[in-house]
């Protein structure tokens, strides 16, 4: 039986270009600030360096963050160049796709190849590819639909998402997919990742969330998100329940790796109509099973539990 289609009215899901951030990252690595030098010369660079490159890739590096649409200004001030310059390499970026131009607002995007590149870089990660075939077999073995997901500031963001291939299957489809992203604290995944952030981290994530209520059950007191973050801490374990959508109810569980950090969240999602039983029964019924995969991807990340 699959569950009913349920289209969540998320600005998050509704642009999949919000992974970027995620590639961004990656392409800010091989800016100057993170490239290597030569010793000895700090302030020229290397005849392998390429200025060209460095400066187009500290274009595409500004839109990290919050920082999704900018003007001509707004990018030349943040890569330290003049705006005609600027414009010269956004004209380039441009005319490539790995940035976009609105018609209305004059200012610009990133593009379809930065998408590409965010996804070839997830299934370049050692963490997707070691995961892939447990949640798969998660998925089947319950019926449910499967994810796993990253922290990225207040969000989280899917990097694989699994149904079941049985024939029965009890999964639910909620328009989501690997690149989409959901606000943290009123999903379990997002729980997860924020219950192990360090107090200064985690209150600076939080100061800039507004608790929106999303759901019948959404917690929108920060007291009680911490408290309940503390508790995710404790037993391992985050449950929403219908904090996000009505009707919806997922479980998640943290993948640490070698050093022991938490690197990412795997959750179960069921729907009231698939599943009408208590949180508690369904917790039942699901935990061991999600306790076990997160703990397997983990160990294959080379993560060895202390006690």
């Known amino acids: 039986m699959i569950g009913p289609a349920v289209k969540p009215s998320f600005e998050y899901v509704k642009r999949p270009v919000r992974i970027l951030s995620v590639s ?3 392409l800010a690595l091989m800016t100057a600030e993170n490239a290597p030098r030569p010793r ?15 400066r187009g890739l500290r274009i595409l590096s500004a839109f990290a963050g919050d920082r999704s649409t900018l003007g001509i200004a707004d990018l030349a001030r943040a890569v330290g160049l003049n705006k005609s310059t600027t414009y010269r390499y956004v004209a380039t970026l441009t005319k490539l796709e790995y940035v976009q131009q609105d018609p209305e ?6 593009g379809p190849r930065v998408v590409d590149l965010g996804f070839a870089a997830i299934d ?3 963490l997707p590819r070691v995961a892939a075939p447990l949640l798969q077999a998660l998925a089947d073995e319950t019926g449910f639909t499967v994810s796993m997901g990253l922290s990225d500031g207040p969000d989280v963001v899917y990097v694989d998402r699994r149904r079941s291939n049985r024939r029965s299957s009890l999964a639910m489809d909620l328009n989501l997919h690997a690149g989409s992203r959901l606000p943290a604290y009123c999903t379990s995944m997002g729980k997860v990742l924020l219950a192990y952030k360090d107090h200064a981290t985690l209150r600076q994530i939080l100061d ?3 608790l929106a209520r999303r759901g019948p059950r959404t917690i929108t007191n920060r007291e009680q998100l911490m408290a309940a973050l503390a508790k995710v801490r404790q037993s391992g374990v985050a449950v929403n329940d219908e904090e996000l959508a009505p009707g919806l109810r997922s ?3 943290p993948v640490h790796d070698r050093t022991g950090e938490v690197v990412a969240a795997v959750n179960i999602a069921v729907h009231l109509t698939i599943a009408p039983t208590s949180v508690d029964m369904l917790a039942g019924r699901v935990e061991p099973a999600l306790r076990r995969t997160a703990a397997e991807i983990s160990r294959r990340l080379g993560h060895r539990p202390t006690s």
């Open 124 to 126: 370049s990660m050692e």
């Open 251 to 253: 479980f998640a569980a």
């Open 105 to 110: 607002t004059r200012k610009y995007f990133l």
């Open 40 to 54: 000895g010369r700090t302030t020229e660079p290397s005849a392998s360096f390429s200025v060209s490159l460095e």
């Open 208 to 210: 800039r969330v507004d």
């Open 24 to 26: 961004v990252r990656i």
